[in-house]
């Protein structure tokens, strides 16, 4: 009968972006600008759509949603980024690393399924607009954004699991986790033909769809090159810094609100 030790793990080495100390500086800063943009813009994104009670429709609900996801995303990744760039020591506990992954797997995995109903909002206001507001009543659109946030918490707190269970050694069995990995990707991710209703929404699923797709449907690889993790930095930090931007340039009732609020502030500042 053949036996094996195996040392329990208490924490993690991150080599990742600190393997370049010559740029730690100019991570952190860059960082740190990127996190304080994501964190007005969506804020007054919300803040917008809370007061003007012209937004109080479907789209902004869901539009709401994305900036506070977008907030608590990069919340939860970006300020321990921070502290590591400026920390000597490169690493993170075990329950530290598994509270990461639940987090922050979990918010990506609800994005990814607001954003397809984001979409059906557009297909119903395109394809049927008089029955708009029957179909996608208050019930319904509640409903929908909290499955959203149920069904990725699920999926995140499953993969988790399967992750944290594993024995960290090279020749781990992970059959399990990557079959489970790709059939969630292809239900989550799979999805991009239904977004052609919208420019705007487009855009931010090309986006994010794009980045999330090549790192969780790449070929399997012992290493992570430089490629990999900008391009994980893109759909944590990138995307969520550029939604406010993407869906307020073009759209009028947004730009009708803010000339709305702040001439309504001038007004009383006058008196």
């Given at each position: 009968m053949e036996t094996t030790n195996h040392s329990a793990v208490t924490e993690f080495f991150l080599v990742g972006l600190s393997q370049y100390p010559e740029l730690q500086l100019f991570l952190f800063l860059l960082c740190l600008i990127m996190y304080m943009i994501i964190l007005l813009g969506n804020s007054l994104l919300i803040i917008i759509t809370i007061l003007d009670s012209r937004l109080h429709t479907p789209m902004y609900f869901f539009l709401g949603n994305l900036s506070f996801l977008g907030i608590c995303y990069t919340s939860s990744s970006i300020p321990p980024m921070l502290i590591i760039f400026v920390s000597e020591r490169k690493s993170i506990s075990f329950i530290?690393?598994?509270?990461?992954?639940?987090?922050?797997?979990?918010?990506?995995?609800?994005?990814?399924?607001?954003?397809?109903?984001?979409?059906?909002?557009?297909?119903?206001?395109?394809?049927?607009?008089?029955?708009?507001?029957?179909?996608?009543n208050r019930v319904l659109y509640v409903q929908m954004a909290a499955w959203s946030w149920i069904i990725g918490s699920l999926n995140s707190l499953v993969q988790t699991v399967l992750t944290m269970l594993l024995p960290f050694f090279i020749c781990s069995d992970i059959s399990i986790n990557v079959f489970i990995m790709t059939v969630s990707s292809m239900v989550l991710l799979g999805r991009k033909k239904a977004f052609s209703t919208c420019s705007a929404h487009l855009t931010v699923v090309i986006l994010f769809y794009g980045s999330a797709l090549f790192m969780h449907m790449k070929p399997k690889s012992k290493f992570t090159t430089a490629s990999d993790e900008i391009i994980g930095l893109s759909y944590e930090v990138i995307t969520p810094m550029l939604n406010p931007i993407i869906y307020s340039l073009r759209n009028k009732e947004i730009k009708e609100a803010v000339k709305k609020i702040l001439s309504r502030h001038v007004h009383l500042w006058k008196i």
């Open positions: 530290g690393c598994a509270l990461q992954m639940v987090v922050s797997l979990g918010l990506g995995s609800i994005e990814c399924i607001l954003l397809a109903v984001m979409a059906y909002d557009c297909y119903v206001a395109i394809c049927n607009p008089l029955r708009y507001s029957i179909i996608m």
